[in-house]
């Protein structure tokens, strides 16, 4: 079995918490955006409207933490490879678990568009977050992985 470095976990947590960092704007300005969509036409979106602070705070936590496991799980899956399927495959991965997550308590009282929008939120937050990665990666400031 592999031992990782101290210097490996370190990168890694680098990675987790600039996705955290990216993630949080990210999710709020999706979420000011479902909002939007919530008051512009609330027979369709109010499920996915937040109506009060806590829903925004409890969402955008959970966005972080998602945010934070895709930056340290995306350096272990893309490590120095320039496959691009594996770049999408890990935003597919993580945000299909995300989006169908979230439509698993609400898939009856909505319908296609709401599904569509959760998911495509999940889909822009986490495609965020990867050029982010990337972008460090590519500066140097978070290292890719090298095992």
Not at 34 to 57: C, E, R, Y
Not at 65 to 75: I, P
Not at 115 to 134: K, N, P, Y
């Amino acid at each position: 079995m592999h031992s990782l470095s101290q210097a490996e976990r370190q990168e890694s947590v680098k990675a987790g918490l600039l996705g955290a960092v990216v993630g949080v704007p990210l999710i709020l300005g999706l979420s000011a955006l479902n909002g939007k969509l919530g008051v512009l036409n609330p027979d369709l979106f109010s499920p996915i409207a937040a109506t009060n602070w806590q829903q925004v705070i409890v969402g955008s936590a959970i966005a972080l933490f998602s945010c934070f496991l895709f930056g340290v799980t995306y350096r272990y899956i893309i490590r120095q490879d320039a496959n691009p399927h594996l770049r999408s495959g890990a935003i597919g991965a993580f945000a299909l678990v995300r989006g169908l997550a979230q439509l698993e308590t609400i898939w009856q009282s909505s319908s296609w568009p709401v599904w569509l929008t959760l998911l495509s939120e999940s889909f822009a937050l986490l495609m965020g977050v990867q050029i982010a990665l990337d972008w460090a990666i590519a500066q140097g400031w978070v290292k890719s992985f090298q095992g």
